[in-house]
């Protein structure tokens, strides 16, 4: 693959850690296994802070990367504050942005109902993750302004444009909105529901059936 300046960019917003913790293991075996090979096939390269060699402010470097970036892969796995401030800058410019996270992690109610591609840190998850990689990342790419923070803008601007005589608008749009949490919190409430009834059938014991 080519490295030339036409090279379309993918950030990897992720926890680092020292070179000798696990967290870096696991961040490597990540990028190296999954996310570079996935990326590589759609004509992107891939960037970690922490492999910038650039001479300047790292942060200056970060930054400009999180806004510049064609894409941006984000590690939510451990709630990192850095991670979290980081997504949210780049929630902030609209621009296509996927979400990762390992099982067990509870995402924050404002992240909760925004699809996340959860996996398992295995060999086997390590495929299943490459195979949805490929879909959020072409539908993150055809619908790059679709956040948290863009829906509230837009909410906000369309109020605004409203005139007093047009409170009735105000009130549906409002209500509309209501619905709308409403919905994602019962379709959340659901597969939580789905997922632990799966937990609990596979972990109890087969009955035998007695004539």
């Known amino acids: 693959m080519s490295n ?21 293991s696991k ?10 090979p996935v990326l ?28 510049s970036s064609e894409l941006v892969i ?11 401030y980081e997504l949210a800058v780049r929630h902030s410019f609209g621009k296509p942005c996927v979400m990762i996270c390992e099982y067990g ?3 924050p109610f404002d992240l909760s109902n925004d699809r996340t591609i959860f996996f398992e840190d295995t060999i086997k998850g390590s495929g299943e993750l490459k195979k949805q990689l490929e879909n959020k990342i072409k539908s993150a790419l055809e ?5 948290p923070v863009t829906r509230a803008v837009a909410k906000t601007a369309i109020l605004k444009s409203s005139s007093n005589e047009n409170e009735p608008l105000k009130l549906i749009l409002s209500e509309l909105n209501l619905l709308g949490k409403r919905l994602d919190n019962l379709e959340l409430k659901n597969s939580e529901d789905y997922q632990n009834n799966i937990i609990t059938n596979y972990s109890q014991p087969m009955k035998k059936n007695i004539p």
């Open 4 to 24: 030339n300046d036409n090279t379309k960019k993918c950030f990897y917003i992720t926890p680092i850690g020292d070179k000798s913790s696990e967290q870096y």
């Open 27 to 36: 961040l490597e075996g990540l990028k190296e296994n999954v996310l570079k």
């Open 40 to 67: 590589e096939t759609i004509g992107f390269k891939l960037e970690v802070a922490h492999t910038i060699d650039s001479l300047g402010s790292i942060n200056d470097q970060i930054f400009d990367r999180i806004v």
């Open 74 to 84: 984000v590690n939510l796995t451990g709630l990192n504050p850095n991670v979290m």
């Open 105 to 107: 992690t509870k995402l």
């Open 143 to 147: 619908n790059g302004n679709d956040n």
